[in-house]
């Protein structure tokens, strides 16, 4: 593993009270995340587990993972988990060659993926789970405009990022912000340089709600040449924010100070949050090809019900339904079982965490369910 690879303790979130709160509360989490037909006590199983448990994949899910990590050592001190941010393909790639036991994407697998998957889980199959839902805000850098919020519709924004509109107080933004006075300079759109998954979330949002005017495919790369961008999430957000003018796109929850658009859905524009992010997923699809262990969700990016923010990140977490080892598995099963659980949720929606979504009770029950049968060879 790289440089990268965070190895986190209590002192690494920046609410340590919170932290040490919820720590305790999980000892009650535990029974039902170590194993759902279990008598045992928490605090037993968590005493039982020990080891090393490696993860890496999106960078969507570093503020969370740093939660979930940190907290878990409540449950299972002798567990060390790392995660390595280094983007949804880098993720998926590393899991699917035995790298790592469990892996972070933005993007469910592919159809050549699924069939590595099969190899690499030792004749199993992969699990994904939507543990992590975020909204993707738009960001851009204009200090001196005075609105809580820019407004855009999805066709505005795509023009934008297209290059068929270059200045800030062209027209047709004027149109959609009444009363806001915009700046006379250069917009400068900023993309992902590496494969992600937020970007593929992103250019989907754009293909199917923006009345054609984005005229590229759904991809985790970026598809137009000779543009600004940054590695990573982080990369694209110091991109942003170094340069007046900026627009670009990233987990909300990593907007910071930068300005954020409001989504035109129907006739209203809705500004992002938890609970907009969350009513369209539960407004959503599963896919065609969808099981009781690829719990992989279609979102409807034209969606026009009232306070819904369909532009939205779920961030899947990746394993195998059958490990070699059997630690690996009961690693594995313990921790995601955490992640799912209604206080692994309640940690990363924490405005100070992560700010995400937290997953509906119906949701938990199909992912715990999942989780539940992961085993070893044999």
């Not at 495919?217 to 694209?236: C, M, V």
């Not at 992002?272 to 992989?296: I, N, Q």
Request: net charge negative; glycine share 10%; proline share 3%.
């Amino acid at each position: 593993m790289g440089q990268t690879v965070k190895r986190v303790n209590n002192r690494s979130l920046t609410s340590i009270a919170l932290v040490g709160a919820v720590a305790v509360s999980l000892a009650g989490c535990g029974a039902d995340a170590t194993s759902s037909d279990s008598s045992t006590s928490a605090s037993t199983e968590g005493a039982e587990l020990s080891g090393n448990l490696a993860g890496a994949g999106a960078s969507s899910q570093e503020k969370a993972m740093n939660g979930w990590i940190a907290t878990y050592t409540g449950v299972a001190p002798d567990v060390t988990v790392s995660y390595e941010s280094i983007g949804s393909g880098g993720g998926r790639e590393q899991f699917l060659s035995g790298g790592v036991q469990f892996a972070g994407s933005d993007a469910a697998l592919k159809d050549d993926e699924l069939e590595s998957a099969v190899e690499r889980c030792y004749g199993g199959e992969a699990i994904e789970l939507p543990l992590y839902i975020s909204p993707i805000a738009v960001v851009y850098n204009l200090p001196g405009v005075d609105a809580a919020n820019l407004n855009m519709s999805a066709e505005l924004i795509a023009k934008i990022f297209n290059g068929d509109i270059t200045m800030w107080n062209d027209p047709a933004i004027a149109a959609e912000n009444e009363g806001v006075e915009l700046p006379d300079i250069d917009i400068i759109p900023v993309n992902r340089s590496d494969e992600s998954g937020t970007t593929e979330n992103f250019t989907e949002y754009l293909s199917a709600a923006s009345n054609g005017a984005w005229t590229h495919e759904a991809s985790g790369d970026w598809p137009i040449s000779g543009t600004q961008s940054g590695a990573q999430t982080s990369g694209l957000i110091d991109t942003v924010t170094g340069a007046e003018g900026a627009i670009g796109y990233a987990d909300a929850s990593r907007a910071g100070d930068l300005g954020t658009v409001a989504l035109k859905v129907g006739d209203e524009y809705v500004p992002f949050s938890a609970e907009a992010a969350a009513k369209v997923v539960d407004a959503s699809p599963r896919t065609e090809d969808s099981t009781d262990k690829r719990l992989v969700v279609e979102l409807d990016r034209t969606t026009t019900e009232s306070g819904a923010y369909p532009l939205v990140l779920i961030s899947y977490s990746i394993a195998c339904s059958q490990y070699e080892d059997e630690a690996d598995a009961a690693n594995v099963k313990a921790f995601l079982s955490y992640v799912a659980s209604a206080e692994g949720q309640d940690v990363v929606a924490a405005a100070d965490v992560a700010g995400s979504a937290p997953i509906s009770d119906d949701l938990r029950a199909e992912a715990q369910a999942a989780i539940d049968s992961i085993s070893t060879v044999g």
